[in-house]
């Protein structure tokens, strides 16, 4: 059975910091390319970041240079630090897992980034 749980969400001030944690157990996670996405309200889901099994990242050019996307293998888990935050980055945050034409979804986290 495939699981995918983001953790880490929250409110944070503008020019704050948050880390979001995604694992997932039940695949093989070295070979799945980890992606996380965002949707605002009334919004369409749209790409954050994603980093391939072999370690190459890209990025939103809306988040580029305040974002960070990260793996560990040996811990099934995929990161994503975010620096600078602005109050449209709010959304909720999924992370994907996706091989070979399959893909695997979390729940979703939220992060609201208001004064």
């Known amino acids: 059975q495939v699981q995918v749980v983001e953790s880490g969400g929250g409110l944070v001030q503008p020019g704050g910091s948050l880390r979001l944690s995604c694992t997932a157990s039940?695949?093989?996670?070295?070979?799945?390319?980890m992606g996380w996405y965002r949707q605002a309200p009334g919004q369409q889901r749209e790409l954050v970041a994603a980093?391939?099994?072999?370690?190459?990242?890209n990025y939103a050019e809306s988040v580029k240079g305040r974002f960070i996307i990260s793996r560990d293998n040996a811990q099934n888990t995929v990161y994503l630090q975010m620096n600078s935050l602005k109050p449209e980055d709010t959304a909720v945050y999924y992370c994907?897992?996706?091989?070979?034409?399959?893909?695997?979804w979390g729940q979703g986290t939220q992060v609201t980034v208001s004064s």
């Open positions: 994907n897992a996706g091989w070979r034409g399959g893909a695997f």
């Open positions: 039940g695949i093989a996670f070295s070979l799945y390319i």
């Open positions: 980093v391939t099994s072999g370690g190459s990242t």
